[in-house]
């Protein structure tokens, strides 16, 4: 009777160390909150992207994607184009008619409209832009903290 109890028992508790890890693991608790991680770099025309991944203060969305766009040696512009919860580096950009889509883990999060020079989310998303970033700060800068 107690044989079948304990592997019970045994099997549940390896079950939650698995779910707690993989829970931890994508929270990345070790990361300071305001440090960010580079995802990549690309070219389009005239316009320099960057992409960044910050981690924010927040326990349950603990990290924002933020996308830098330069013209040529002017300032950066700092756009946040995904809240989320776990740590993903799967960020593509793809160019279109003029605009360049943000894609992360597949997904269409919105496009910088190079004709015009701003950003816009896709419908489901909220976007936080951030001024002064100026001419002599590399991105991640002083992109803001939620």
Same mark, same amino acid.
């Given at each position: 009777?107690?044989?079948?109890?304990?592997?019970?028992?045994?099997?549940?508790?390896?079950?939650?160390?698995?779910?707690?890890?993989?829970? =931890?693991?994508?929270?990345?608790?070790?990361?300071?909150?305001?440090?960010? /991680? !580079?995802?990549?770099? !690309? #070219?389009?025309?005239?316009?320099?992207? #960057?992409?960044? #991944?910050?981690?924010?203060?927040? =326990?349950?969305?603990?990290?924002?994607?933020?996308?830098?766009?330069?013209?040529?040696?002017?300032?950066? /512009?700092?756009?946040?184009?995904?809240?989320?919860?776990?740590?993903?580096?799967? =960020?593509?950009?793809?160019?279109?008619?003029?605009?360049?889509? =943000?894609?992360?883990?597949?997904?269409?999060?919105?496009? &910088?409209?190079?004709?015009?020079?701003?950003?816009?989310?896709?419908?489901?998303? /909220?976007? &936080?832009?951030?001024?002064?970033?100026?001419?002599?700060? /590399?991105?991640?800068?002083? !992109?803001?903290?939620?």
């Amino acid at each position: 009777m107690k044989k079948p109890l304990v592997g019970s028992l045994l099997l549940v508790l390896a079950g939650g160390a698995v779910c707690l890890g993989l829970f =931890v693991w994508g929270l990345h608790p070790w990361a300071r909150a305001g440090t960010a /991680q !580079w995802i990549g770099n !690309w #070219q389009f025309g005239d316009y320099e992207f #960057q992409v960044w #991944q910050r981690k924010n203060r927040s =326990v349950f969305e603990p990290f924002a994607d933020g996308l830098f766009v330069r013209r040529g040696t002017g300032p950066w /512009q700092a756009f946040c184009f995904d809240i989320q919860d776990n740590f993903s580096a799967k =960020v593509e950009l793809r160019e279109a008619d003029g605009k360049i889509h =943000v894609f992360r883990d597949g997904e269409n999060r919105g496009f &910088f409209d190079m004709s015009i020079g701003s950003f816009r989310a896709s419908a489901d998303t /909220q976007v &936080f832009t951030q001024d002064g970033i100026g001419n002599a700060s /590399q991105p991640p800068g002083q !992109w803001r903290l939620r």
